[in-house]
Structure formats: structure tokens, C-alpha cells
């Protein structure tokens, strides 16, 4: 199996390449030049399953984008008092279930960056960033129905209705909304212009909870998650605890 592309901080200097002193450091880059339609699939991936995977690859490919980034919450706003797996273990799941698709990449941006790993903050960051290259690069953030039912409470959701179109996938028992609905749960200034996608991808009846649910009980989540994935759940011992956890969305 091939390696993940995994879009890491570019900023540091060549070996042995001159600085001038004083200077301040070169940008991170965290999406190549050449890629212009990318798509943003944000979450906590405690753990990655393959219901993520499928969304992705549908939306990929029914928008025609060079990628999807999979971002991973370094602090989930929402789980702050939660037992939420370590950013860097959660991390490593996902770049070895992405490992054999080159339509994907792992993006650390929200590891990188201290603080409650806001949507907003990270969109507004890669919206920068494409600026610096002069790069005319479509945003599209991909979100299930059921979780934009929470987005009018969002941090900010203001800012992340300007960076970038939500796409809307349906979830098991959440299918497509109408754009009456969408418009209600909308904050009030954004009533008027919801830009809203959909892509009626498989619906998978996989979720994170359920995979630590039937981890800690013992159980078998062979098939609901990457082979890969699988053994790192068994190498680190992890979700061994039964204590209940919140999956809201940030």
C-alpha cells in the first residue's frame, strides 16, 4: 500500500539555505498551488471508519475536486471535557485509512495550531493562504444533515458560510433537507444568500460512537473501519473505557 499524502508544514527552510537574520519565517503551506477545487471533511476521527471514507469519495468525485483534505480537531471545542483519544493517534488512523486514495491527504493545521480548533479559524486560514499564492482555489466544506442542524450554533458561523459552500450529505436516519429547513437553521443574516450543495452519497449506518462502543465491549469492528485502522485500535488499547461521550459537532 501506497503513503497517505499528507499535507505537512512547508515553511521551513531548505538545509543549508540562507536566511537573512532577523527575517520572519516562510508561511506554512498546507495545500499545493496546483490544486484549486479541495474539498474540507473537518472531525474528530475517534476513530475514521469507513462511512468518512465513502462521503469523501462521492463528493470528490460528484464535484469534480483535486482533493479532500481530511482535518483532524486537535481540540475539539465540543469535547473539551471529554476522553477524547490523543490528536496525534487519531492522526495516524487516518493516514493509514487514506493511505491508498491520492484523491485524499491528511492536513495538520488544526495539530498545529493551539487553542480550541475552530471551523471557522481553520477555513479562514487556508482562505488566507491561497491569497499568498495568488491562487483562485474553491473551498467546499463537507458537513452530514445532521450535523447542520447544530451549525447555527457554531463558533462563527458567519465566517464559515464566507470561506466556503457547505455540502450537505445525508446520515442514517438524517437524509437530505429541504432548503426551507436549511434556510431555518441558518443565523439570521445568512437567511438570505445560503449557498448549499448536496451530494446524495451511500449512507453508511457506521458511526465513531458505535466503533468505540463495540470496542470496549470486545466486540468485532472488522469491516466498519480500515484494516489498518483496526490494528493501531488494537496496538494502542484504546477505547477500553465505557465512559459515556458526547459526538457533537463542532
Known amino acids: 500500500m501506497g503513503r497517505p499524502l499528507t499535507i505537512e508544514p512547508t515553511g521551513a527552510p531548505e538545509p543549508g539555505a540562507a536566511r537573512e537574520p532577523g527575517a520572519a519565517p516562510e508561511p ?24 468518512h471514507l465513502a462521503i469523501a469519495e462521492e463528493v470528490a468525485e460528484a464535484l469534480s475536486l483535486d482533493r479532500v483534505l481530511f482535518v483532524p480537531a486537535a481540540n475539539p471545542p465540543h469535547k473539551l471535557e471529554d476522553d477524547v483519544t490523543p490528536a496525534e493517534v487519531r492522526a495516524e488512523m487516518v493516514e493509514l485509512a487514506i493511505a491508498d486514495n491520492p484523491k485524499f491527504g491528511l492536513c495538520r493545521i488544526e495539530l ?13 486560514a487556508l482562505a488566507d493562504e ?30 464559515v458560510r ?7 450529505v445525508p446520515r442514517p436516519g438524517a437524509p437530505l433537507p429541504s432548503m426551507a429547513w436549511i434556510a431555518a437553521r441558518l443565523p439570521p443574516n445568512l437567511e438570505s444568500t445560503p449557498e448549499v450543495q448536496f451530494v446524495d452519497t451511500v449512507s453508511l449506518a457506521t458511526s465513531s460512537t458505535q466503533i468505540r462502543e463495540r470496542a470496549a465491549a470486545g466486540r468485532s469492528i472488522r469491516y466498519l473501519v480500515p484494516p489498518e485502522v483496526e490494528a493501531t485500535i488494537r496496538e494502542h488499547r484504546l477505547y477500553r473505557s465505557t465512559k459515556p461521550r458526547k459526538d457533537r459537532v463542532k
Open 28 to 51: 506554512t503551506t498546507w495545500i499545493d498551488p496546483g490544486l484549486t477545487r479541495v474539498g474540507i471533511l473537518g472531525g474528530t476521527f475517534d476513530p475514521i471508519h469507513y462511512g
Open 112 to 124: 498545529e495550531r493551539p487553542g480550541p480548533s475552530y471551523t471557522a479559524d481553520t477555513l479562514d
Open 130 to 159: 491561497a491569497a499568498r499564492q495568488r491562487v483562485a482555489r474553491s473551498l467546499y466544506f463537507l458537513l452530514s444533515a445532521d450535523a447542520f442542524a447544530g451549525f447555527a450554533g457554531w463558533h462563527d458561523p458567519t465566517r
Open 162 to 168: 464566507a470561506r466556503a459552500p457547505l455540502v450537505l
